[in-house]
């Protein structure tokens, strides 16, 4: 399986740059995921990655072999489409075989791939359906099928999912998940869903403005983003953010937030020596509320809590602010009143209020 290098790649239209001096590498095997909100560029990429857009700079290579000025045809790729571009008058048999009758490939050739992604995408019993006969899920796996029986070295993915209702959105997430461990293709994927994002990629890149905010892999983007936007943008609930200030006191630093107060360890403080009377930006994700006693611990109010079976999310306030709490648990949570938590140093992001890069 080839790797895929983007080197220095733009587009702009007119004046007007909508992918600037993009650098990415996806090894071979990886489920890469692109990932931000409407208008950041992720579809635009996959579509240059695809040939399907033109590039107005750079380079795209795959397996080593510059791609940049070639037809879609000869970059060995299959992409599925958001609206699943079926053709209604063919079964799905037909369907899924389109691009191998066209190529000329061999009829029992041509049968046995049929059947072998059929079998895999559990779409046996409808291969003589039309479009029309067949639910959302369904003609989305028979597009997968479609790309799927061509073999191809990389599978693209431009928002497959967008169209399905949550629940057939999240079985779609699990069976995807499972095809790309079985057939162990090199997939990118486009959403504005940090959802899907988190539980399909093995690396998910963010993008902004035609920029890559931070790549890695779902937990490394969790624990350590690397400014305010990817902080923000991945997580649910997302993270709460707090106006604070960092103090020295004693020779420790700590963070003074909305309301709170926390030491920082000598290794982190030493990496922001000289920093004290510093403005920043705190970050803390729902999660990061801990129920606990004490003289230490915070008294938050409960001004509304949503129960969800297994978890509630309590809407609170710090300082005037609003901040969301998420508490495991199969209780329910009274609104009204008020409720004690504690904040480890672990769970407090601090960010530059003027850059929004992660300190």
């Given amino acids: 399986m ?12 007119g004046d007007v740059a909508v992918i600037e001096d993009l650098n990415l590498c996806m090894a ?17 990429t996959l579509r240059m990655i695809a040939g399907l857009e033109s590039c107005t700079g750079g380079a795209i290579l795959i397996g080593g072999r510059d791609v940049t000025r070639l037809e879609p045809r000869e970059r060995d790729l299959a992409m599925v489409f958001q609206d699943y571009a079926l053709y209604p008058h063919m079964n799905v048999a037909k369907n899924m075989s389109f691009a191998l009758r066209l190529a000329r490939y061999p009829k029992a050739e041509i049968d046995r791939r049929v059947r072998e992604v059929a079998e895999t995408l559990d779409l046996t019993a409808y291969l003589a359906r039309k479009p029309a006969e067949l639910s959302g899920g369904q003609r989305q796996r028979v597009a997968m099928g479609r ?9 693209l993915f431009d928002e497959p999912l967008s169209n399905l209702d949550a629940k057939l959105r999240g079985h779609m997430r699990a069976e995807l998940a499972l095809m790309s461990r079985r057939i162990r293709k090199n997939m990118i994927y ?8 988190m539980t399909l990629g093995d690396r998910i890149v963010v993008m902004r403005h035609g920029k890559i ?11 350590k983003p690397a400014n305010r936007f990817v902080a923000g943008f991945i ?11 960092l103090v020295e006191e004693d020779g420790r630093l700590r963070v003074d937030g909305a309301g709170f107060s926390i030491p920082l360890p000598a290794e982190r403080a030493a990496r922001l020596q000289g920093s004290a009377r510093r403005a920043v930006e705190v970050g803390i994700r729902p999660s990061g509320f801990t129920p606990a006693d004490g003289p230490d611990a915070l008294q938050l109010p409960v001004i509304l809590a949503e129960y ?12 005037g602010a609003r901040v969301t709490i998420e508490l495991m648990g199969s209780e329910p949570i009274a609104t009204g009143g008020t409720r004690m938590f504690r904040i480890e140093d672990k769970d407090v992001h601090l960010f530059d209020i003027e850059t929004e890069q992660a300190l």
Avoid at 213 to 223: D, H, I, K, T, V
Wanted: proline share 6%.
């Fill in 147 to 155: 790309a799927l029986v061509r073999d191809a070295g990389t599978f």
């Fill in 28 to 44: 071979d095997g990886e489920f890469t995921v692109l990932v931000g909100p409407s208008g950041c560029g992720k579809s635009t």
């Fill in 2 to 13: 080839p790797d895929i290098r983007i080197e220095n790649l733009r587009k702009a239209y």
């Fill in 213 to 223: 905010m931070q790549a890695g892999p779902p937990a490394e983007l969790y624990r």
């Fill in 190 to 197: 486009v959403t504005h869903d940090q959802v899907e994002a």
């Fill in 308 to 319: 969800l079976g297994t978890q509630s999310i309590v809407m609170s306030e710090m300082g």
């Fill in 235 to 245: 997580g649910s609930p997302t993270m709460n953010f707090l106006k604070g200030e």
